[in-house]
């Protein structure tokens, strides 16, 4: 079903990359024409709406409904426009929903969702079938408060098993960011517990990528911020410029990436009790940041006070994430899967972050819904 980039037509990367570029500009009409045209070789043959059976709904966005169901033998999630979108605003699911889907027939990567069938309903609407995970990380995250369910909560979330989901979806972003299309970030935009699967095995997965956006590398300055749609995403994990629509970079998402680190490694949401706008003001405005975990390694701490910085040129790129990640969980491993300061100095671990050949600038430093 999946091809990479390699096997792609120059002329269908290019078409889909100046779309996926253009994304906030470009008419949905032309977006939506464009997106079929540049997706038609990668995506394979459709299938036939007939070989499924829907069985029980999932869950519904704005634009689009997710229900189980059976495809060859095998359990689905199936995704495809709801059928109670006004005109107006079935246009733009149409878009939103085509891009995605001519996105993630070129993705490929363990951590990130795979689709495996996709065609067209009897309406004409367009739908796709993607692997089924057993529960997204949001059902699994601890939400309970008070002593007794924080210590049955830190037994069943170890600082361990917050580094491997961690890890995995730093591998993810790093593939989105660094190696999916030669030349361009692929940027995910809504990263939150919602949109991340996790299957029996451990295996965890970037799901929902409705809202993505592809920016073109300029190897003159690729750091410089582009006037992006703002308030984009969930705002309890988003950066500070977007959530005040101002330009952003790829950065954001490590801003992101960051509080739902922390709400795994601290069991904690981030930002809790925070209406709207006391976030906007003392988040995005004031700086104000929850408190860290005091046994975390000190690595754990200058990269989590890195990707929290407000100024997006200190927070690290994920291929750094993915390292400091990999060497705390191999740390932390050691010592029986709890935190372990391992005798470090506080300047010591910083230095494990910020060495230099591998980096270089990096310091240590439109609802709220989970």
């Not at 007939?50 to 199936?78: D, I, W």
């Not at 309903?121 to 367009?126: L, M, N, R, Y």
């Not at 005040?244 to 490590?254: D, G, I, M, R, T």
């Not at 990707?307 to 932390?332: D, I, K």
Request: hydrophobic share 40%; net charge neutral.
């Amino acid at each position: 079903m999946h091809s990479t980039t390699g096997g792609d037509s120059p002329d269908s990367v290019t078409e889909l990359a100046r779309l996926a570029g253009l994304g906030d500009e470009l008419p949905k009409a032309e977006a939506a024409a464009g997106w079929e045209a540049a997706a038609r070789d990668p995506l394979g043959e459709p299938v036939s709406f007939s070989e499924l059976q829907p069985l029980s709904k999932l869950g519904a966005g704005e634009f689009c409904t997710v229900h189980s169901a059976s495809f060859r033998g095998c359990m689905v999630a199936l995704k495809r426009l709801r059928r109670d979108l006004p005109s107006c605003r079935e246009s733009i699911g149409l878009a939103d929903l085509q891009r995605e889907i001519a996105i993630l027939s070129r993705l490929e990567h363990p951590n990130i969702i795979r689709m495996v069938a996709h065609g067209t309903g009897k309406d004409g609407a367009p739908f796709c079938c993607l692997e089924m995970f057993s529960q997204p990380l949001s059902a699994l995250l601890p939400t309970s408060t008070g002593v007794l369910a924080h210590k049955w909560e830190a037994r069943q979330w170890p600082l361990a098993r917050g580094l491997s989901v961690g890890l995995q979806l730093a591998r993810a972003l790093r593939h989105c960011h660094d190696e999916f299309l030669p030349g361009y970030r692929l940027f995910h935009r809504d990263i939150k517990p919602n949109n991340v699967g996790v299957f029996a095995d451990g295996r965890v997965v970037l799901a929902d990528f409705g809202l993505l956006a592809l920016w073109e590398k300029d190897a003159a300055d690729d750091d410089a911020a582009r006037q992006l749609t703002g308030m984009t995403g969930s705002l309890r994990y988003m950066a500070p410029e977007v959530a005040l629509s101002q330009p952003y970079n790829h950065k954001a998402e490590v801003f992101s990436f960051t509080s739902l680190l922390y709400h795994m490694l601290s069991r904690r949401k981030p930002f809790e009790f925070m209406t709207p706008s006391v976030f906007l003001r003392e988040v995005c405005c004031g700086g104000n940041r929850p408190p860290l975990g005091k046994a975390w390694p000190f690595q754990l701490h200058a990269l989590v006070k890195a990707g929290w910085s407000s100024t997006a040129s200190h927070r690290p790129e994920f291929a750094e994430v993915v390292r400091v990640l990999e060497e705390t969980a191999r740390e932390v491993s050691a010592a029986g899967g709890h935190a372990f300061l391992g005798g470090r100095t506080p300047d010591a671990g910083r230095r494990l972050l910020l060495d230099p050949p591998r980096m270089s600038r990096i310091q240590s430093a439109r609802s709220f819904a989970q």
